[in-house]
């Protein structure tokens, strides 16, 4: 039987333009609710929706609060936690990117009582059910002893084992998605770009077997699937509840395994579910310049609609150094060529103000984007920035640089210089970055007016021909 009802709220904490469904607390909600030994009810206040976590803190009077943080939110993430602080005595607990990469460094700045490092539905769900044994109060004995987390004992900051990753994922329940203001996440975008739809995410498997400088992952390296049958099962749900047109596969390399990815498309096919939705992916240019027509061709068939890249360079010398050996400008030309040549759309990023890249190098990259100006749907290009975590912060040595309230202070921005004097920035042609950028803006400019505006139109006008017509208009006329 069943114990206690355990009250807890999620804070999603941002604000701005951000369509994608917080979906890692999904998951901690149904992990929660499928094997913790306790009754729970879980809240989400997200403020992309609009919601007021205090206000709903107020209301609501949860046990725990959760809080879910890249490194972007982190600021706005602390300030909320200030706040809620004033209003409730509940354990403040935070996990995500930020608290991963630097958990003992959350801790230590006082915010957060609990920090949940990594991949978190194990050590969530003890974690929960540990507290509540304590009446909620923070006892260091008892936390010691459930992996993956850290917070502080008697002056002490304590990180505890590294927590336990889920080997079979297809163990973990669908994300509990009634968390989510479906008012807001369910209403048409542009997600996949140039495409309104109504859309939601789907995550199908977790974890990236390659070694980007730039990257950092909650889920490891560790590449796990979900089996084919268990996306198809998830994917019909959704298309029954939410009568969807769109669903973003959000995975760090959905095409990874070919078989398996052929044999979700295939089940796409069979129950009837591509022809009812449109799907963008992340692609890989050393696997898609190296893989079969048919494999592209069969997913296209399924309803993929375009897919993303992180091109990077044009330099070998720079796209290595941030990608690593196994990928090369000639993949991301023969990408380009292979998607044109099958009728996919390209879309793709690029990246300039790495340590070392020469004026050159950069100018490489944007002849690559003038070049390929038709063929690709859509293109930015962006400053690399040393996140916490990742490969490049460590070469840098960013630990011993970066004081924590910089996370705090300054709004990351990727298309902004990265703001600390450091071995980082010294390497950095910014002159020839900041060139790179305006003129990859101006092209960007000239494609949104070319390609984006008009699809949007005509998307606009299918949806609610008569509110386009006004507001075009309108705009016309300056009204
Ligand atoms: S950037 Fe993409 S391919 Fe590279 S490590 Fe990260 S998830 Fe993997």
Redesign the pocket.
Same mark, same amino acid.
């Given at each position: 039987m069943r114990g206690r009802e355990i009250k807890i709220l999620f804070v999603n904490p941002g604000r701005g333009i951000y369509d994608m469904p917080p979906l890692g607390v999904c998951y901690l909600s149904s992990y929660l609710k499928k094997y913790g030994a306790n009754t729970y009810k879980t809240v989400l206040a997200d403020e992309y929706a609009g919601h007021n976590p205090v206000k709903v803190v107020r209301q609501f009077e949860p046990d725990i609060i959760g809080f879910s943080s890249a490194t972007a939110q982190y600021q706005r993430a602390t300030d909320l936690a200030r706040k809620i602080r004033r209003v409730s005595d509940a354990p403040l607990v935070i996990g995500g990117l930020h608290p991963t990469a630097l958990p003992e460094q959350v801790i230590r700045e006082g915010f957060f009582d609990i920090a949940v490092v990594s991949e978190a539905e194990r050590s969530f769900t003890q974690l929960v059910d540990a507290l509540s044994e304590s009446d909620f109060a923070l006892d260091g004995g008892a936390l010691r002893d459930i992996p993956g987390i850290a917070f502080k004992s008697d002056d002490e900051i304590v990180l505890t084992q590294p927590p336990n990753f889920i080997d079979d994922l297809d163990t973990i329940p669908f994300p509990d998605r009634s968390l989510l203001d479906l008012k807001h996440y369910l209403r048409r975008n542009a997600a996949i770009r140039s495409m309104i739809t109504r859309n939601t995410t789907l995550m199908t498997s977790r974890g +990236?077997?390659? &070694? +980007?400088i730039? +990257?950092i992952?909650v889920h490891r390296r560790k590449l796990r699937e979900h089996s084919p049958e268990y996306v198809i099962e998830e994917m019909q749900s959704l298309v029954r509840d939410y009568n969807l047109e769109g669903l973003c596969i959000i995975d760090?390399?959905f095409i990874f395994h070919a078989k398996r990815a052929s044999r979700i498309a295939e089940l796409m096919l069979e129950k009837g579910i591509a022809q009812r939705l449109k799907w963008p992916c992340?692609g &890989?240019a050393n696997i898609v310049s190296r893989s079969e027509d048919s494999f592209i061709n069969l997913l296209k068939q399924a309803g993929m609609a375009q897919m993303e890249f992180?091109f990077e360079s044009a330099s070998k010398r720079v796209l290595q150094f941030l990608?690593g050996k196994g990928v090369t400008p000639e993949d991301n030309e023969a990408t380009l060529d292979r998607l044109a040549r099958l009728d996919v759309r390209a879309l793709a990023t690029f990246l300039t103000g790495v340590p070392t890249e020469t004026a050159e190098e950069s100018r490489m990259t944007v002849e690559f984007i003038r070049r390929n100006f038709d063929r690709l749907a859509y293109f930015e290009i962006l400053y690399l920035v040393p996140y916490p975590g990742t490969k490049v912060w460590e070469m840098y040595h960013m630990d011993d640089i970066i004081s924590p309230s910089l996370w705090r202070n300054y709004k990351i921005g990727l298309n902004k210089r990265f703001p600390v004097d450091s071995e980082f920035t010294r390497n950095i042609d910014y002159e020839a970055a900041d060139k790179a950028v305006n003129e990859v803006l101006s092209m960007m400019v000239r494609k949104q007016k070319l390609t984006y505006n008009l699809r949007f139109l005509r998307d606009r006008l299918r949806i609610a021909p008569l509110d386009t017509v006004k507001k075009v208009a309108a705009h016309f006329l300056g009204l």
């Open positions: +990236c077997p390659f &070694r +980007c730039y +990257c992952s760090d390399t992340y &890989r992180g990608k």
